[in-house]
T-cell receptor
Framework: NAGVTQTPKFRILKIGQSMTLQCAQD?????MYWYRQDPGMGLKLIYY???????DKGEVPNGYNVSRSTTEDFPLRLELAAPSQTSVYFC????????????????FGPGTRLTVL | GENVGLHLPTLSVQEGDNSIINCAYS??????FIWYKQESGKGPQFIID?????DKRQGQRVTVLLNKTVKHLSLQIAATQPGDSAVYFC???????????FGEGTQLTVNP
């Protein structure tokens, strides 16, 4: 299995441009997540999805959109890029949690480093 | 709001020494805690977890301690090796939820 894959690895955008960060997983995980990591900081949740067709906002959703049309893919869309969105973006996935058991481990992709100038 | 944070931003140790990385949390509803290791240019990697009904859990060379009274979590790494150099994050989660909340991270540097 390839696990969680992300493309592109690096990208430079101009202010106001748009782009889509791709994320795919081949582990048949129901849950998928998008995080951003600013320099020297921990990860902050942008959006997550508990299954195809279902998405929810995380801690920092403003300026982003997501869709989940298939189990495998969870793209993150930036419509009007701003310098504040310069960050490293990580996608993660996990199995569904079972009541009474610890939450399942999240598996992370290698990240996309985005710079907005 | 609720937050998870770390006491020390950097930690430098000699190879072979034991390392202790600390974390404070404030969400009393959290009942599941995880330590992640993040090497430069890579995504976080799961190390060890602990549920709130435990106060200690051991893995291979790593031990996590949980003190619910003071809302404190620590990661102990025995016989630290150069390959342990990385940023370590604690994260907390409610068992009933699907969202992780990460702390800010501690940079561990192991000197040969």
């Amino acid at each position: 299995n390839a696990g969680v894959t992300q493309t592109p690895k690096f990208r430079i955008l101009k202010i106001g441009q748009s782009m889509t960060l791709q994320c795919a997983q081949d582990m048949n995980h129901n849950y998928m997540y998008w995080y951003r990591q600013d320099p020297g900081m921990g990860l902050k949740l942008i959006y997550y999805s508990v299954g195809a067709g279902i998405t929810d906002k995380g801690e920092v959703p403003n300026g982003y959109n997501v869709s989940r049309s298939t189990t495998e893919d969870f793209p993150l869309r930036l419509e009007l890029a701003a310098p504040s969105q310069t960050s490293v973006y990580f996608c993660a996935s996990s199995y569904s949690g079972l009541a009474g058991l610890p939450p399942p481990e999240q598996f992370f992709g290698p990240g996309t480093r985005l710079t907005v100038l | 709001g609720e937050n998870v944070g770390l006491h020390l931003p950097t930690l430098s140790v000699q190879e072979g020494d034991n390392s202790i990385i600390n974390c404070a949390y404030s969400n009393s509803a959290s009942d599941y805690f995880i330590w992640y290791k993040q090497e430069s240019g890579k995504g976080p990697q799961f190390i060890i977890d602990i549920r709130s009904n435990m106060d200690k859990r051991q893995g291979q060379r790593v031990t996590v301690l949980l003190n619910k009274t003071v809302k404190h979590l620590s990661l102990q790494i025995a016989a630290t090796q150069p390959g342990d150099s990385a940023v370590y994050f604690c994260a907390e989660q409610e068992t009933s939820g699907s969202r992780l909340t990460f702390g800010e991270g501690t940079q561990l540097t192991v000197n040969p």
